[in-house]
């Protein structure tokens, strides 16, 4: 890494990235919930936080995005091995992917049972002027959870590859995402 180049996120990058992995998370977790609750309508009812969730993650990627466009991320380590800067970019650029395309799906899911999105009644995203089709819905929403088994998993990834940084190679790449710490280039 060059003379004055930077090796930590910004700010509001941290922030960003916290926010997201906790509501990806906890988005997660309500719609475990929701599948096992005792009736429809209640099941209705939580899986309304879920699309909620979903509506507040995928704006809060969008700024994450606009962001990096006007404050680029510090570069990759060099430290770290090729195949290791490799499989972060893949890994990444998947968890991004899945991050928009995932509520994207889920609207259009709904809109193919002609219903909005209130987001805790703050604001409704209105269902998209699509044909009415719950079967195509419905397999809308299973490859929507197929995809967010696929997301835990490659979160599950960079997580462990975080903590090989952190406990093994003792390189300080986790300070890169925090406030506090040497961030190591």
């Known amino acids: ?4 180049q930077k090796t930590k996120y910004s700010g509001l990058a941290m922030a960003l990235h916290w926010l997201v992995g906790v509501a ?3 988005s997660w977790r309500i719609a475990e919930a929701a599948e ?4 429809r309508e209640l099941r209705g009812e939580i899986m309304g936080n879920h699309f909620a969730l979903g509506v ?3 704006a809060l990627v969008l700024l994450r995005f606009g962001w990096r466009m006007v404050n680029p991320p510090p570069p990759p380590s060099l430290r770290h091995a090729a195949w290791e800067r490799v499989l972060a970019r893949v890994t990444h650029g998947l968890i991004y992917t899945l991050l928009l395309v995932m509520p994207l799906a889920g ?7 002609g219903t909005a999105i209130s987001v805790w009644g703050l604001i409704e995203i ?8 719950e079967k195509l819905a419905e397999q809308i929403f299973e490859t929507h959870a197929v995809a967010g088994t ?4 490659l979160i599950a990834v960079h997580v462990l590859g975080t903590l090989k940084h952190t406990l093994i ?4 790449t986790i300070y890169r995402m925090l406030p506090f710490g040497e961030a190591r280039g």
Request: hydrophobic share 55%; glycine share 10%.
């Open 150 to 153: 696929i997301l835990l998993v």
């Open 1 to 4: 890494m060059g003379i004055g």
């Open 36 to 39: 096992g609750a005792p009736t």
């Open 24 to 26: 990806v998370i906890t």
């Open 56 to 58: 507040v993650i995928f």
């Open 107 to 113: 609207w259009f899911a709904m809109s193919k049972f």
């Open 169 to 172: 190679d003792k390189d300080g």
């Open 126 to 133: 209105p269902p998209l002027p699509v044909a009415p089709d």
